[in-house]
């Protein structure tokens, strides 16, 4: 069965990096796109980033230039690289694999995501 697993998360201060892996199984990795969002308390899932199955990439606004997505396709991998990280960037980060491929325009779409991770916990202190 498909599984995403996420690591990484933790505690830290404002100005400090992190940097969130997803173990995925059960498909076919190399051929996926993926993606990662976050969910603070009270909120919807929110896009972060997506990557092609080749390596193109897609960001939400608030994270361009301070996040980087990327994978590794022989260990089936997907990364979040987060540095200036700020307190508003506290959420819990899922990694979910999309459905349909990677599309620009919808890959910010969770619905299109069909199977998600437990999520990892990142905090950011002021």
């Known amino acids: 069965q498909v599984q995403l697993v996420e690591s990484g998360g933790g505690l830290v201060q404002a100005g400090d990096s992190l940097r969130l892996s997803c173990a995925a199984s059960?498909?076919?990795?190399?051929?996926?796109?993926m993606g990662w969002f976050r969910q603070a308390p009270g909120k919807e899932h929110d896009f972060v980033a997506a990557?092609?199955?080749?390596?193109?990439?897609d960001y939400s606004d608030s994270v361009k230039g301070r996040f980087t997505i990327s994978r590794d396709n022989g260990k089936n991998t997907v990364f979040l690289q987060m540095n200036s990280l700020k307190p508003e960037d506290t959420a819990i980060y899922y990694c979910?694999?999309?459905?349909?491929?990677?599309?620009?325009?919808?890959?910010?779409?969770?619905?299109?995501?069909?199977?998600w991770g437990q999520g990892t916990q990142v905090t950011v202190s002021s």
């Open positions: 979910a694999r999309k459905s349909g491929g990677f599309r620009p325009g919808y890959n910010r779409m969770s619905g299109l995501y069909d199977y």
């Open positions: 059960g498909f076919t990795f190399g051929s996926a796109a």
């Open positions: 990557i092609s199955w080749s390596g193109s990439t």
